[in-house]
């Protein structure tokens, strides 16, 4: 498993070993051990998988307010998909600031979205598997976005706006600059 920190601190990429055979592979996505390496003192307790079946579906950007806030590993085992994580931490020297990694079945790459981040993706190919453990439960009360559109994050998404396929609840999303983050950054 190769382990990177990315330019948004505490934002980390995993790279988890493929050994290949006649058969086709085996890779351990996930080891309790190794995740606690790079990010230690966060247990991950629930397991989702979403499925986009076209291209151009936008989901986010979405996160869950505190007391419920959520920490993502995301990864693509079957399509690809353009991901993206916005720093939410107000006193973060990177507030504001965004980065995306492309993660597909082919790169196997995982990326670590600590609480904190709004999160979203645009799938690059139709029929896109989408899983991620986060560190905490479901709790729709508390579930929060931006507008994937934002002026101000001006994300560089792969689709146009015509051509972007999301959700109603997707579509009516707040601006950045209209939300008060209640994450604070401590290093
Ligand atoms: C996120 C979630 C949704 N749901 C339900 C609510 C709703 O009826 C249906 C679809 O929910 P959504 O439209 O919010 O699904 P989706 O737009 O895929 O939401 C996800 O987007 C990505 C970008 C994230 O980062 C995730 O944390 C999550 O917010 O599934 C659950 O039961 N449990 C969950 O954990």
Redesign the pocket.
């Known amino acids: 498993m190769l382990i990177e920190e990315l330019a948004l601190p505490g934002v980390y990429l995993f790279t988890p070993k493929r050994h290949g055979d006649d058969r086709g592979f085996f890779s351990e996505t996930f080891s309790k051990v190794q995740f606690a390496e790079a990010v230690p003192g966060v247990e991950l307790i ?1 397991d ?1 998988h ?1 499925f986009s079946k076209d291209m151009g579906v936008i ?2 950007l ?1 996160f869950q307010l505190p007391p419920h806030a ?1 920490g ?1 590993l995301v990864r693509v085992p079957n399509g690809r998909v353009l991901d993206v994580v916005v720093d939410l931490r107000v006193g973060s020297p990177t507030y504001g600031q965004h980065l995306s990694v492309e993660l597909s079945g082919e790169n196997w790459k995982q990326l670590w979205v600590p609480a904190g981040f709004a ?3 645009c799938t690059l190919e139709a029929n896109t598997e989408f899983c ?1 453990k ?1 560190s905490a439960y ?1 709790a ?1 009360e508390s ?1 929060s976005g931006i507008i994937y559109n934002d002026p101000d994050l001006a994300i560089d998404w792969p689709v146009g706006e015509d051509k972007a396929i999301l ?1 109603a ?2 579509q009516k999303l707040q601006k950045f600059r209209d939300f008060t983050s209640p994450y604070i950054f401590n290093e």
């Open positions: 629930q989702n979403s989901r986010g979405h959520q993502k999160h979203g993706f991620y986060v479901y729709p579930d959700s609840k997707d």
